[in-house]
């Protein structure tokens, strides 16, 4: 259903510049998102109205820096993302040995997400990986 989806699309929209630089249209997007000992973020989807996920995403075939570091809050209907930047490869080190000095200065939205983890006792959980062909 893609190739019909996309003709109609594209009588309204054009690609994003990433589907445009790709050769088949299509880009890769990597998502490791964050669980709980006690299943709390996958709880709140069933029960609540406002929740929100943690997870760290990377583009391209074989995922590399930079990554970034998303807080997603839905209340009802509404979403809100939050993204900060991590351009080092070894990004889970921010979890493991966070008084280690780093090459760069995380943004308040980075800290946010190391925050909501340590509060949680959220760990990279669930991988997940899709081609995206996205217009805007």
């Known amino acids: 259903m893609v190739e019909p989806i996309s003709r109609d ?12 630089m790709s ?7 990597n998502s490791f998102y964050f669980g ?9 989807k069933e029960n609540q109205t406002s929740r929100f996920s943690l997870r760290v995403r990377s583009y391209g ?7 970034f570091f998303e807080t997603k809050q839905k209340i009802e209907e509404f979403s809100k993302k939050k993204r900060g930047y991590v351009p080092i490869e070894n990004w889970s080190e921010l979890f493991t040995d966070p008084g280690k000095p780093q090459n760069f200065t995380p943004n308040q939205h980075v800290h946010s997400l190391l925050a909501l983890a340590n509060i949680y006792n959220a760990k990279p959980t669930i991988l997940t990986q899709y081609r995206r062909k996205a217009y805007l």
């Open 9 to 20: 699309v594209e009588m309204f929209c054009e690609m994003d510049c990433y589907s445009q």
């Open 23 to 29: 050769h088949d249209h299509f880009y890769m997007i």
């Open 61 to 67: 075939e074989t995922p590399k820096a930079p990554y």
């Open 36 to 44: 709980t000992p006690n299943f709390h973020f996958m709880r709140a």
